[in-house]
């Protein structure tokens, strides 16, 4: 089971921030954090990881809080082709067990 | 990250008849690879770990002798569907297992259909 919850589903304007929330209350010290995102028939994409500090790559934020039990992956300006389901996976071991994810929907 | 490739992308198959998917690790030596399947608006399921050399290891629930894994090399790793039905017809995934915690390259995926 994943160590996750998200929201199921949520909408963006295009050229706006897109803020995608993850709770991961169970996390242990040793545990990462991941992004991934999939759009429609195609394998997921890795987007940022962090263990307790933010991150930021070219792709996207990622913005973990002190205490490691949410953190948040900011898309700063969202295009239409980020349209897609993301998924915040918490590492076990050296698998990627999925969850259900929060299917993004950017509007134009 | 590393570069995957997965053959073919897409498979019509009779029931009954088996279908064997590739998984490439192109400019990694992976000696763990990581199998899932996909169904309709559902999300990705772990199915089983193939390791370089070894049996590969399956979730509970995933039939082993319906799903044959072979990693016969740290750059390969296939996944054969044995005699399969309508129920089989997915979206599998594969991916290498990097050994560090950097972020997994996926397979672009292999749509399989059974008729």
């Known amino acids: 089971d994943a160590k996750t919850t998200q929201p199921p589903s949520m909408d963006c304007a295009e050229g706006r921030a897109a803020n995608l929330p993850c709770n991961h209350s169970t996390i242990s010290g040793n545990e990462y954090v991941y992004w991934y995102r999939q759009i429609h028939s195609q394998g997921p994409q890795y987007i940022i990881h962090?263990?307790?500090n933010n991150e930021t790559n070219e792709m996207a934020s990622l913005i973990i809080t002190e205490d490691r039990k949410s953190s948040t992956l900011i898309l700063p300006h969202a295009t239409l082709r980020d349209t897609a389901v993301y998924y915040c996976i918490v590492r076990e071991r050296n698998d990627m067990r999925f969850g259900a994810g929060t299917r993004l929907t950017v509007k134009p | 990250g590393a570069v995957v490739s997965q053959h073919p992308s897409w498979v019509i198959c009779k029931s009954g008849t088996s279908v064997k998917i590739e998984c490439r690790s192109l400019d990694f030596q992976a000696t763990t690879m990581f199998w899932y399947r996909q169904f309709p608006k559902q999300s990705l399921m772990l199915m089983a770990t193939s390791n370089e050399g070894s049996k590969a290891t399956y979730e509970q629930g995933v039939e082993k002798d319906k799903f044959l894994i072979n990693h016969a090399s740290l750059t390969l790793s296939t996944l054969t569907v044995t005699s399969a039905h309508p129920e089989d017809s997915s979206f599998y995934i594969c991916?290498?297992?990097?050994?560090?915690?950097?972020?997994?390259?996926f397979g672009s995926g292999t749509r399989l259909t059974v008729v």
């Open positions: 962090g263990l307790k």
């Open positions: 991916t290498p297992d990097r050994g560090d915690s950097g972020g997994y390259t």
